[in-house]
């Protein structure tokens, strides 16, 4: 079992910052990618921004040059930056974390979610 705790969340005024972390702990051997998705009613969920174990990043168009996906390997935790954020930013962000657990067999665990609200 490998759980993701997430935190960091809430309102924000437009042009704001905002840091969000999750942070995975259980039975893990190895950890490989770190995503962060967002949600909003009625939406799929979008892809925001995604670490892979050696570090490369990937981002959602929406978010470039604005938020930084960042990863702590000691503390098994994913970061997302978020700067100058807009009112279209407004979500519940999750996290998602794949890897593989003590006993070798492969996870997907998700974060429990967290609001982000930037009002226009």
């Known amino acids: 079992q490998v759980q993701l705790v997430e935190s960091g969340g809430g309102l924000v005024q437009p042009g704001e910052s905002l840091i969000l972390s999750c942070a995975a702990s259980?039975?893990?051997?190895?950890?490989?990618?770190m995503i962060w998705y967002r949600q909003t009613p009625g939406k799929q969920r979008e892809l925001v921004a995604r670490?892979?174990?050696?570090?490369?990043?990937n981002y959602a168009d929406s978010v470039k040059g604005r938020f930084t996906i960042s990863r702590d390997n000691v503390k098994n935790t994913v970061y997302l930056q978020m700067n100058n954020l807009k009112p279209e930013d407004t979500a519940v962000y999750y996290c998602?974390?794949?890897?593989?657990?003590?006993?070798?067999?492969?996870?997907?665990?998700w974060g429990q979610g967290t609001q982000i609200t930037v009002p226009s």
């Open positions: 670490i892979s174990s050696g570090g490369r990043t």
């Open positions: 998602n974390v794949d890897g593989l657990t003590s006993w070798y067999s492969a996870f997907d665990s």
């Open positions: 259980g039975s893990i051997f190895r950890i490989d990618a």
